[in-house]
């Protein structure tokens, strides 16, 4: 069964220094990975993607994600945490296209840029 | 709208009541999902519709829950004699890919029930 792990509950940054958020998944072939962001009181937003071609994938608000198929994860990244970074994030891999095409989102990791 | 929008935004009911929730897409999107959202939790599927049909109902925690969609339209969950742990944040939303693309779910704000 498709699945998609994340391990941190909460993640601690100040701001200014690089972050990571860490998520692993397990599917059957070839994932599509997506990333998305949840602000106080408003519904998910989308960040990034990684359908196929280059690992690094660069998205909004100046975040990146790397696909590793050899550790199956694909971690999101910034180089330098603004504390408007603060929000609830979700990893999620799209279901094999049999006879739905679902997302199986994560359980989420709250970040937390301290200025 | 330009986005998808979910009515109502808050919901209060007493147990063993009806709940009606609605979303409209955003215009030409073929695909529409039903998450629910826990407090503190992750997003749980429940419900994907392509067009009109439901390819998908894996999520539908008990037959108290039940969907339908109108065309390429407009989406309503129901559910009937509501329990306390029905409380949550409802979410809906839409996508323009029909089956096996690789597009983005774009998300309304959610209807927030809350179950007395």
């Known amino acids: 069964a498709q699945s998609v792990a994340q391990p941190e509950d909460q993640v601690n940054v100040a701001e200014g220094n690089p972050l990571t958020v860490k998520c692993t998944y397990s599917?059957?072939?070839?994932?599509?990975l997506f990333w998305y962001v949840q602000y106080p009181n408003r519904g998910l937003q989308f960040l990034l993607k990684?359908?196929?071609?280059?690992?690094l994938v660069k998205g909004s608000y100046g975040f990146e994600a790397e696909f590793n198929k050899s550790q199956t994860s694909f971690h999101l990244k910034k180089p330098s945490a603004l504390v408007s970074d603060s929000a609830l994030y979700f990893c999620a891999v799209r279901a094999l296209p049999r006879n739905t095409d679902k997302l199986i989102f994560g359980t989420g990791t709250r970040l937390q840029v301290f200025p | 709208g330009a986005g998808v929008s979910q009515s109502p935004s808050n919901k209060v009911t007493e147990k063993g009541k009806d709940v009606e929730l609605r979303c409209d897409p955003i215009s030409g999107h073929t695909a529409l999902y039903w998450y629910r959202q826990r407090l503190g939790q992750g997003l749980e599927f429940l419900i994907y519709?392509?067009?009109?049909?439901?390819?998908?109902k894996s999520g539908l925690p008990s037959d108290r829950f039940s969907a339908e969609r109108t065309g390429e339209s407009v989406s309503t969950l129901t559910i009937q004699r509501t329990q306390q742990e029905d409380s949550a944040v409802y979410l809906c939303?839409?996508?323009?890919?029909?089956?096996?693309?690789?597009?983005?779910?774009?998300f309304g704000e959610g209807s927030r029930l809350t179950v007395l």
């Open positions: 599917v059957s072939g070839n994932p599509y």
């Open positions: 519709f392509q067009g009109n049909s439901a390819p998908d």
């Open positions: 990684y359908i196929t071609g280059d690992n």
């Open positions: 939303a839409s996508s323009s890919e029909r089956k096996g693309g690789t597009g983005e779910l774009f």
